[in-house]
């Protein structure tokens, strides 16, 4: 048997299987009231393998009018959406091109050729030439710079440094910064990257060999000073990247889940010279905070002990890896205001969400706000600790030092697909933002985003503070949900509207689910279009179809739909968002709002308590446990409970693209300015793999956006491994450099005084659950040096 006979053999095989699979998914969904069409293309498919067996000229009349029908269909259904069109049509496109190739037509007894062969075949190579063209042209920056470059410094060297994470205390990630224009943005080019290395040490447990890093560096004077994920702190210099001194504080991170940190604090100690009269501040995977001198990286020996405070002091029996904090301590009045990483999803009794502030020169501990006695601010008694299992504030805190509020976003009463067990105050305050007195700890307002959250739908986003030119000063509320509350920070009042609506209900046995929840109608939502079975997805027809039977099995009654135990439920959005913890940048001047946000859906179910425990499903302990990855515990509760991505057998998402959004809003007006994919397909692929195609896709991010007074956004946050500058009125891509891994950081412009430039900086350190791979880089980059 020649190599002919065995390729059309293996193609009529081919087709058998497709027809088994689609016919299988097609009587599915005829059953749940889905699409006829899958079941239909079965049919055909097997007809058309089985005709060719048979060597039939009526395989050629029977396919064209199946696929004259599946474009009719695919059009009606998608309309000239290209994502939407290409599981549709592409796998039926190409069975229709080999059968018209000379070597099944010779298979099948017929001549190579026929009346138009030489049309289609010519016409073939060029479509692929013409397609390739057009995809690398959408990868190309439409304007070429021509823009000059102005040297002279700012007006004063406050303007060029980024001095707390989000640069001001209120984490607006503007800069008044001007030498990088839309007109020259395109001279940007790579002027130093530093390797973070290891750490130094070499825990068991550790990643060998690289840190994963979403730092957002400071810039103070001449330096730069930043985290790894194994808060090692380093000091570079700003203008060159070298390294001036990096400490080491060897942590314990066993059980640690989530190796983070986001960046460190500062604070210049008034009327203070020599030894730690300016200080960095972080906070570690093994709950301790520490103090370093800015200028050596030593301990400051009069803070806590010997440079630290214990963490856990308080928090009664910790098990390790259960508390730690990933995000810079707040600084206002003299004072670091910090929460803390709770552990998802083990048990009742988890450690306290306590927010706690100390002195910023002594350690000594000031105040604390625990949920569970939120009138009693001082430490535990001793055999006491802060109440068990209450909300806590993992993401970064905002602060107003002329008010003297901190404002603190809050997660949910541990754990979070079961609610029946919390108390009046967790209801109170949990997936909220809380203004709290920087001298007292007092909750002077609470603004609750989400009622009696069964979703974990805790708020992650740093509140972002913007002055109105009305007088107002106002708060923006980013959330998971997609939905931004815009409120007056010194009452909480919403500025903007905001309506109690009424939600799906049915809620599992010792369960509720509150009637109504509040949607910010005043500003426009983010969590993405509304999933029908329409919108699943897929690579080709067959996990389409999984997809829309999964889709259909799921209950969906629309965004916060509860999760039950009969089957899965289907999350919209899902848990990385709507917006994370990447939040948003505002243009003060400008009044516009940066906002990136992702769509990924979530497939979740409770599992009841007995099936749990015979599966094996019990909280982490020093030792592990099953709980990690898409299984939560629960214990105390009478639901473990399953959360996982909602992915087709071949782990693409189960809704078609895009799955990540940029967005601009207009806050004169609070409405959309514009709205755009982000991102590539040139990262994603199917199961895991890159498939370095660079269409516009819209894809997954982590990660925030930074603003600019000339109207430039920078950020990275895609799974796509580029760092871009953006029109910030218009939405133009402008600039972008590939980097070694995913950008999941905030980035940070800066001035450097040696040079007389302004720097852009971002962390690419990846993440290690999406396809953005890992790194230790951090990378500048810069104008052309003045000749």
Same mark, same amino acid.
């Given at each position: 048997?020649?190599?002919?006979?065995?390729?059309?053999?293996?193609?009529?095989?081919?087709?058998? %299987?497709?027809?088994?699979?689609?016919?299988?998914?097609?009587?599915?969904?005829?059953?749940?009231?889905?699409?006829?069409?899958?079941?239909?293309?079965?049919?055909?498919?097997?007809?058309?393998?089985?005709?060719?067996?048979?060597?039939?000229?009526?395989?050629?009349?029977?396919?064209?009018?199946?696929?004259?029908?599946?474009?009719?269909?695919? %059009?009606?259904?998608?309309?000239?959406?290209?994502?939407?069109?290409?599981?549709?049509?592409?796998?039926?496109?190409?069975?229709?091109?080999?059968?018209?190739?000379?070597?099944?037509?010779?298979?099948?007894?017929?001549?190579?050729?026929?009346?138009?062969?030489?049309?289609?075949?010519?016409?073939?190579?060029?479509?692929?030439?013409?397609?390739?063209?057009?995809?690398?042209?959408?990868?190309?920056?439409?304007?070429?710079?021509?823009?000059?470059?102005?040297?002279?410094?700012?007006?004063?060297?406050?303007?060029?440094?980024?001095?707390?994470?989000?640069?001001?205390?209120?984490?607006?990630?503007?800069?008044?910064?001007?030498?990088?224009?839309?007109?020259?943005?395109?001279?940007?080019?790579?002027?130093?990257?530093?390797?973070?290395?290891?750490?130094?040490?070499?825990?068991?447990?550790?990643?060998?060999?690289?840190?994963?890093?979403?730092?957002?560096?400071? *810039?103070?004077?001449?330096?730069?000073?930043?985290?790894?994920?194994?808060?090692?702190?380093?000091?570079?210099?700003?203008?060159?990247?070298?390294?001036?001194?990096?400490?080491?504080?060897?942590?314990?991170?066993?059980?640690?889940?989530?190796?983070?940190?986001?960046?460190?604090?500062?604070?210049?100690? @008034?009327?203070?010279?020599?030894?730690?009269?300016?200080?960095?501040?972080?906070?570690?995977?093994?709950?301790?905070?520490?103090?370093?001198?800015?200028?050596?990286?030593?301990?400051?020996?009069?803070?806590?002990?010997?440079?630290?405070?214990?963490?856990?002091?308080?928090?009664?029996?910790?098990?390790?890896?259960?508390?730690?904090?990933?995000?810079?301590?707040?600084?206002?009045?003299? *004072?670091?205001?910090?929460?803390? #990483?709770?552990?998802?999803?083990?048990?009742?009794?988890?450690?306290?969400?306590?927010?706690?502030?100390?002195?910023?020169?002594?350690?000594? %501990?000031?105040?604390?706000?625990?949920?569970?006695?939120?009138?009693?601010?001082?430490?535990?008694?001793?055999?006491?600790?802060?109440?068990?299992?209450?909300?806590?504030? #993992?993401?970064?805190?905002?602060?107003?030092?002329?008010?003297?509020?901190?404002?603190?976003?809050?997660?949910?009463?541990?754990?979070?697909?079961?609610?029946?067990?919390?108390?009046?105050?967790?209801?109170?305050?949990?997936?909220?933002?809380?203004?709290?007195?920087?001298?007292?700890?007092?909750?002077?307002?609470?603004?609750?985003?989400?009622?009696?959250?069964? #979703?974990?739908?805790?708020?992650?986003?740093?509140?972002?503070?913007?002055?109105?030119?009305?007088?107002?000063?106002?708060?923006?509320?980013?959330?998971?949900?997609?939905?931004?509350?815009?409120?007056?920070?010194?009452?909480?009042?919403?500025?903007?509207?905001?309506?109690?609506?009424?939600?799906?209900?049915?809620?599992?046995?010792?369960?509720?689910?509150?009637?109504?929840?509040?949607?910010?109608?005043?500003? @426009?939502?983010?969590?993405?279009?509304?999933?029908?079975?329409?919108?699943? #997805?897929?690579?080709?027809?067959?996990?389409?179809?999984?997809?829309?039977?999964?889709?259909?099995?799921?209950?969906?009654?629309?965004?916060?739909? @509860?999760?039950?135990?009969?089957?899965?439920?289907?999350?919209?959005?899902?848990?990385?968002?709507?917006?994370?913890?990447?939040?948003?940048?505002?243009?003060?001047?400008?009044?516009?709002?940066?906002?990136?946000?992702?769509?990924?859906?979530?497939?979740?179910?409770?599992?009841?308590?007995?099936?749990?425990?015979?599966?094996?499903?019990?909280?982490?302990?020093?030792?592990?446990?099953?709980?990690?990855?898409?299984?939560?515990?629960?214990?105390?509760?009478?639901?473990?409970?399953?959360?996982?991505?909602?992915?087709?057998?071949?782990?693409?998402?189960?809704?078609?693209?895009?799955?990540?959004?940029?967005?601009?809003?207009?806050?004169?007006?609070?409405?959309?300015?514009?709205?755009?994919?982000?991102?590539?397909?040139?990262?994603?692929?199917?199961?895991?793999?890159?498939?370095?195609?660079?269409?516009?896709?819209?894809?997954?991010?982590?990660?925030?956006?930074?603003?600019?007074?000339?109207?430039?956004?920078?950020?990275?946050?895609?799974?796509?491994?580029?760092?871009?500058?953006?029109?910030?009125?218009?939405?133009?891509?402008?600039?972008?450099?590939?980097?070694?891994?995913?950008?999941?950081?905030?980035?940070?412009?800066?001035?450097?005084?040696?040079?007389?430039?302004?720097?852009?900086?971002?962390?690419?350190?990846?993440?290690?659950?999406?396809?953005?791979?890992?790194?230790?880089?951090?990378?500048?980059?810069?104008?052309?040096?003045?000749?």
């Amino acid at each position: 048997m020649n190599f002919s006979r065995k390729l059309h053999r293996t193609f009529i095989g081919f087709l058998f %299987f497709i027809s088994v699979v689609l016919v299988w998914f097609g009587v599915e969904l005829i059953v749940l009231g889905g699409s006829v069409y899958y079941f239909f293309a079965g049919l055909v498919t097997a007809a058309v393998a089985y005709l060719s067996t048979k060597k039939s000229k009526t395989v050629y009349p029977l396919f064209a009018a199946f696929y004259l029908i599946t474009l009719i269909w695919a %059009f009606w259904e998608s309309g000239f959406n290209g994502w939407a069109l290409a599981p549709r049509l592409a796998m039926f496109s190409v069975i229709g091109l080999w059968l018209l190739s000379p070597g099944y037509r010779n298979n099948m007894g017929l001549s190579p050729g026929f009346h138009g062969s030489k049309v289609v075949w010519s016409a073939v190579p060029t479509l692929i030439i013409v397609s390739v063209l057009i995809l690398f042209y959408n990868d190309r920056i439409p304007h070429p710079p021509n823009g000059d470059i102005v040297y002279t410094p700012p007006i004063n060297t406050a303007q060029g440094e980024w001095p707390f994470y989000g640069n001001s205390q209120g984490g607006t990630r503007h800069s008044p910064l001007t030498q990088i224009t839309p007109a020259n943005v395109g001279l940007l080019e790579p002027v130093w990257t530093y390797h973070a290395g290891t750490s130094g040490y070499e825990p068991e447990s550790m990643f060998k060999g690289i840190l994963t890093i979403e730092a957002t560096p400071l *810039k103070i004077g001449e330096r730069l000073y930043l985290c790894t994920g194994y808060n090692d702190v380093i000091a570079l210099n700003a203008e060159t990247g070298q390294e001036v001194w990096r400490h080491r504080p060897k942590i314990d991170d066993h059980n640690v889940t989530t190796k983070t940190c986001r960046g460190v604090a500062h604070y210049r100690v @008034p009327d203070a010279t020599g030894l730690c009269s300016q200080r960095i501040y972080t906070a570690t995977l093994d709950a301790r905070l520490l103090a370093l001198d800015a200028d050596t990286g030593k301990p400051c020996p009069d803070f806590g002990a010997d440079g630290q405070v214990n963490l856990l002091e308080g928090m009664g029996d910790v098990v390790k890896g259960y508390y730690y904090v990933t995000s810079p301590p707040a600084v206002i009045r003299g *004072k670091l205001v910090l929460g803390g #990483w709770v552990m998802d999803g083990q048990h009742t009794g988890e450690p306290s969400g306590v927010i706690r502030a100390f002195d910023a020169i002594s350690g000594q %501990f000031v105040w604390a706000f625990d949920i569970g006695r939120p009138d009693f601010h001082g430490l535990p008694e001793a055999g006491e600790s802060f109440t068990r299992g209450t909300p806590n504030s #993992w993401g970064v805190m905002s602060a107003d030092e002329e008010l003297g509020l901190i404002y603190a976003p809050t997660g949910n009463a541990t754990p979070d697909y079961f609610g029946g067990h919390r108390t009046a105050n967790d209801e109170k305050y949990s997936s909220a933002v809380i203004a709290l007195n920087a001298e007292t700890g007092e909750d002077v307002w609470t603004f609750q985003t989400t009622h009696h959250d069964l #979703w974990d739908y805790d708020v992650a986003s740093q509140p972002v503070l913007i002055d109105l030119p009305d007088g107002k000063k106002g708060l923006l509320q980013p959330t998971k949900r997609g939905e931004i509350f815009f409120l007056d920070r010194t009452t909480g009042e919403p500025i903007t509207k905001v309506e109690e609506l009424p939600v799906p209900q049915g809620a599992v046995e010792g369960d509720w689910v509150s009637p109504t929840q509040p949607f910010s109608t005043g500003m @426009p939502s983010f969590k993405g279009p509304r999933p029908t079975e329409k919108t699943m #997805w897929g690579l080709t027809p067959l996990d389409q179809a999984y997809c829309r039977v999964k889709f259909l099995k799921a209950r969906f009654e629309g965004t916060l739909t @509860p999760v039950g135990t009969d089957r899965p439920t289907l999350t919209w959005p899902g848990y990385i968002g709507g917006v994370n913890w990447g939040s948003v940048s505002i243009d003060p001047e400008r009044l516009l709002m940066m906002v990136n946000t992702n769509h990924v859906l979530m497939y979740n179910q409770l599992i009841p308590r007995q099936q749990a425990d015979a599966d094996g499903i019990h909280p982490v302990t020093a030792e592990g446990g099953k709980s990690v990855g898409i299984y939560a515990a629960q214990a105390g509760t009478p639901y473990a409970a399953e959360s996982q991505p909602f992915l087709s057998f071949l782990a693409a998402p189960c809704q078609q693209p895009p799955y990540g959004l940029i967005s601009a809003v207009d806050l004169n007006t609070q409405t959309l300015l514009w709205q755009k994919p982000f991102g590539t397909a040139r990262d994603s692929g199917p199961v895991l793999l890159r498939s370095q195609l660079p269409i516009p896709m819209g894809v997954p991010n982590l990660g925030g956006s930074i603003t600019t007074a000339t109207g430039l956004t920078f950020i990275g946050a895609t799974q796509e491994r580029m760092f871009r500058a953006i029109d910030s009125m218009t939405g133009q891509e402008l600039w972008k450099a590939r980097l070694p891994a995913g950008g999941h950081a905030t980035p940070t412009t800066y001035w450097s005084e040696q040079s007389n430039r302004q720097f852009v900086v971002i962390s690419a350190g990846g993440h290690g659950a999406m396809l953005s791979g890992r790194s230790d880089a951090i990378m500048a980059f810069a104008l052309p040096q003045k000749q």
